[in-house]
């Protein structure tokens, strides 16, 4: 190597070792954050939701999911799988490091039924925000949408095709009617594993693919009924409640939660009501931001 060459060479290297070194490194990059909206929701509803994670984490690609507002949040479960899902899956398609799913009341289960039926959804965490996981049973989230109708005798109605064309009838969740809700139900046992069917081990498979797991409820909850059950706790027969580690879908590992357990953290909030979750800033800035990395 002649003299020339050489001095290129340690040219090269006091660039590499000086200048570059002194250029800002970019920020780290978060995964993609695609929320999904509860029933009568509007369009604008988790906008600020929305606003408070861009501004924690800048650059970010927030994604409100623009479907089924107001009473079209009333579609069956399983047509709303596929419509949020295929939105979620594009997103996923063009981020193969994943993304994360913040999903708000119904859409908890919404998201919930997208994870365990997508083998190519890559979800690293899943945040579900005040969600009914383990079914709802109370008057006061019914008249939010049927005024006159009682918890004591609606699953006539929901138990019946008709009536599971509404989404709160497909997790309706009955604890003086089991046999009804196994037989007639047609989204949350499913997705309970608690039916027999070919897709059983896929839902578990896809399920445990999950990084984190975040669940978020709380007492003054007032709508999600029992509120327990935001943390896939339940109704025994008698109305007291069955705490997730007790239910059959734990303790039988049916889905994997139980497998998730070490990648799963439960928030338990007082003084916050069901409306109120998606703009509570101690909510979002301590329970929900620090998990989207």
Not at 69 to 95: C, K, Y
Not at 165 to 171: G, I, K, L, Q, W
Not at 237 to 266: A, C, H, P, W
Not at 281 to 286: E, G
Request: charged letters at 20%.
């Amino acid at each position: 190597m002649g003299f020339r060459c050489v001095t290129v060479v340690c040219l090269l290297y006091f660039f590499v070792t000086n200048v570059s070194s002194k250029i800002p490194k970019s920020t780290s990059v978060y995964k993609p954050v695609v929320i999904v909206h509860g029933i009568w929701d509007k369009k604008t509803s988790l906008d600020f939701m929305a606003d408070r994670i861009r501004q924690a984490h800048p650059g970010t690609n927030v994604t409100v999911v623009d479907l089924l507002h107001g009473t079209s949040s009333l579609a069956p479960m399983w047509d709303q799988v596929e419509a949020f899902g295929a939105v979620a899956r594009q997103i996923s398609m063009e981020n193969p490091e994943g993304i994360h799913l913040l999903c708000y009341s119904q859409g908890g289960l919404v998201c919930r039924g997208m994870i365990e039926t997508f083998p190519d959804l890559n979800v690293a965490t899943f945040v579900s925000l005040s969600s009914p996981q383990g079914g709802q049973y109370g008057d006061s989230f019914l008249r939010l949408i049927f005024h006159k109708a009682v918890k004591k005798t609606v699953h006539r109605i929901f138990y019946t095709s008709p009536g599971q064309r509404y989404s709160v009838a497909n997790y309706w969740n009955d604890p003086h009617h089991q046999a009804g809700y196994i037989k007639s139900s047609k989204y949350l046992p499913y997705i309970d594993n608690i039916i027999p069917t070919a897709r059983n081990n896929d839902y578990k498979i896809n399920f445990l693919r999950l990084k984190k797991l975040i669940l978020i409820g709380g007492p003054d909850d007032g709508v999600i009924t029992p509120w327990q059950s935001s943390h896939f706790g339940f109704f025994t027969e008698d109305e007291s409640v069955e705490n997730m580690e007790n239910r059959d879908v734990y303790t039988q590992d049916l889905f994997g939660l139980k497998s998730l357990q070490n990648k799963t953290k439960i928030y338990t909030i007082d003084g916050v009501y069901h409306h109120e979750w998606h703009q509570n800033v101690s909510v979002i800035d301590n329970c929900i931001i620090p998990h989207l990395d």
